[in-house]
């Protein structure tokens, strides 16, 4: 860079505009004398500083005081009331805005969190409350005004009568101030849902009609608004009576806001007033204010513009077919305000219009949209395509955000009334869908299912045959809008859509879904940086696959996730696999869990990344439950050695933490028992035991027979022991057989090296079975080991071990030894006694 003399010159005076900027901060700080007199003895207690700071200090001490008013009620309530609130109190006189602000919100907030009892604080806070509510700043007077009316909802009516309605008839005086009439008008709406109809007649409305004809049109216009709430307090006989009358003279009046204010109230009250009351008195007044609205103020029309569905649908009853086309065509007009001329031109006046008039004719038009189902029902929905949909086609393609965006919100409401005729507003759901304003999008999203679904139902050209007739450009549109949002940074929008996108299986065919949106989840979940935006997108792929009924499609998709997610070189792409396999179990079967996607989930225990294998120790737990025995034996082998590996091998300690964590939880659980499967088992095992108990009875009846010839020469005599000695002999066989049975079943090759797992495991206490399904025995991972617990009404199936068959074995040797004893005894003493 070259420096020549001028642009040195010309830093230099950047550098002293610099320090320029920096002096008020350097004159800011605080100096020695000014950090000594903040400065307070730590040694105080709460209350002994906060009066302190409050009699000596400076303001921001004495409103940070203030400011934790609270707190120091919920600690110590009857100190602070005998000594911090009255010299509040006295500070507040002379306060400034600043203080006076935090005052009015911590007495709020004492209220609200009820330190005290309602009548103590009547008697300490009320006082203060209304000697500051004509405070010359009207800000302060509002926060004072809030607080007031806040607290008179939960005061006794006798404290409101004698506190505040007595004093509020000298208060609302043509003699008091403007700002004392203003909030005697906003207290007399508070004050007449507090008391009965008589007391209001007699006390209230009288001042409410005073207010109503002040000379200040603040005044009328405040009062006007606060009618509402009178009516509401008064009943149906005192509004027609008092209120109506009143509100027809400020209809009337000479002030645009007062009219406005009138008009407002007319439109939230039309339930309170009979038929003839709407026809006689609010119709005509209603037309009037229709006519002058547009050589009013704009702002008028804003109001007109948002109350007009409410009022169209509040008086629908007593309207003439005339009225009726009269009201629906100055609702076209205003949902065309702004807006190019019928023909075809724009008009001079509107050239010249400012940006402010812009802006109130396009909230005009964004009111028109609110209000666009209220017309709907205005019109009726059968007469739709004639009367109403030119205005929502031009709402649609507004070229104001805001419009838009209301449309977008109201559609799922206009779809729903138009109900068989949804058919006729499926361009515009096209159009939505690919505005470029991704605010737009986002709005129409939110019930984009429930839309599409009136769309391929309810509409009458739609078929089951074919989906996609009511909606032929519904794919481009979809995938356009998925395209934008994945572009944007808006990445709460584009997780929003994916998640809605689920939704597709029940609006378009298999093979479009597979070729237009499945792919393009997985790409998704491979190159999208923002993690909620993976999940929605897995969770959405999980959705597809579940409906697609396609075998080869299916295993396609079931490779890709395997390889690409399961086995990808990034631990993020791992991470994410297993994310997908937790939506798997959550929406798929057991079983087919079990077959895809069970053992590539084990194999991630072997994984280089720690993380990786930290989250799959917290899925084990989910994917132990999806096994069932004793058809996934062999998957529990796999699952009980991968946990020993990782409990032998793991030196990441926060993982084996973890893995310690998830044994003990294991081993809590239950495996479900598949019953039929148990049976059929059952069954073979006892097939295989009859076939060798038949075998073993004919090898012995041969042996018999040889032995018989040699037992001729003997006569032994005993009568009824042979037939019961031979059938002892078949059922202990029997048993035998049955016990060998169970304990023959070899051991998985794989498990031939657990034994080399180094004693370190057992120091981490792992010493009971790893499936859980053991009680205190030491590690063994031969299936006849575990004892598994049924679930539902399957009943308990047991395993015994072999070192049960075992000791079923020797026992059954020792009696067959006995009883040939005894029997040899038997013989030689038969012959003995022969023989003599």
Known sequence: MEFSQSNLFGYIEDLQELTIIERPVRRSLKTPEEIER??????????????????????????????????LMRQNPAETLRRVLPKIREVLHVAGVEMQLTAAVSFLTVLQEESVSIHTYSHSFLHIILQNLEHRDAGVSNAWLETLLAVIEAL??????HEILNPLVSKAQLSQTLQSRLVSCKIMGKLANKFEAHIIKREILPLVKSLCQDVEYEVRTCMCRQ?????????????????????????????????????ETLVNLLDMFDADDRSQTVLPLVKSFCEKSFKADESILVSLSFHLGKLCNGLYGIFTPEQHLRFLEFYKKLSTLGLQQENGHNDNQLQLQTLEQEKKYTSVRKNCAYNFPAMIVFVDPKNFHLELYSIFFCLCHDPEIPVRYTMAISFYEVAKLLNSGVYTIHKELVTLLQDESLEVLDALVGHLPEILELMTNGGENSGSENKLLSIPDLIPALTTAEQRAATSLKWRTHEKLLQKYACLPHIISSDQIYYRFLHRMLTIILTNNVLPVQKAAARTLCVYLRYNRKQEQRHEVIQKLIEQLGQGKSYWNRLRFLDTCEFIMELFSKSFFCKYFFLPVLELTHDPVANVRMKLCYLLPKVKSTLKIPTDKHLLQQLELCIRKLLCQEKDKDVLTIVKRTVLELDRMEISVDAEQLEKEKQQNEGRSTNINDKMFEKKRRDSKTSSVLAKSVT????????????????????????????????????????KCPNKSSATGYTSSVSGMGKSCMLSFSDDSFRTHATGNSGNAAFPSSSCSRNLFNSGDQKNSGNKESQSRKMSIKNRKSNS
């Open 38 to 71: 903040l400065t307070v003895d730590e040694e105080l207690s709460d209350i002994e500083r906060a009066v302190y700071l409050l009699s000596s200090g400076q303001d921001i001490q004495g409103t940070s005081v203030v400011a934790n008013l609270p707190v």
């Open 716 to 755: 032994l005599s005993v009568p009824g022991s042979s037939s019961g000695t031979s059938a002892g002999k078949e059922d202990k066989k029997s048993k035998l057989v049955r016990s060998q049975s169970f304990s023959t079943q070899a051991l998985h090759p794989k498990y031939n090296n657990i034994d």
């Open 227 to 263: 009618l509402e709430h009178i009516a509401q307090g008064t009943g149906t006989e005192l509004t027609k009576t008092v209120v109506l009358p009143e509100l027809v003279e400020l209809a009337r009046d000479e002030g645009s806001s007062v009219r406005l204010a009138a008009f």
């Open 156 to 161: 006794p009516k006798e404290t409101i009568r």
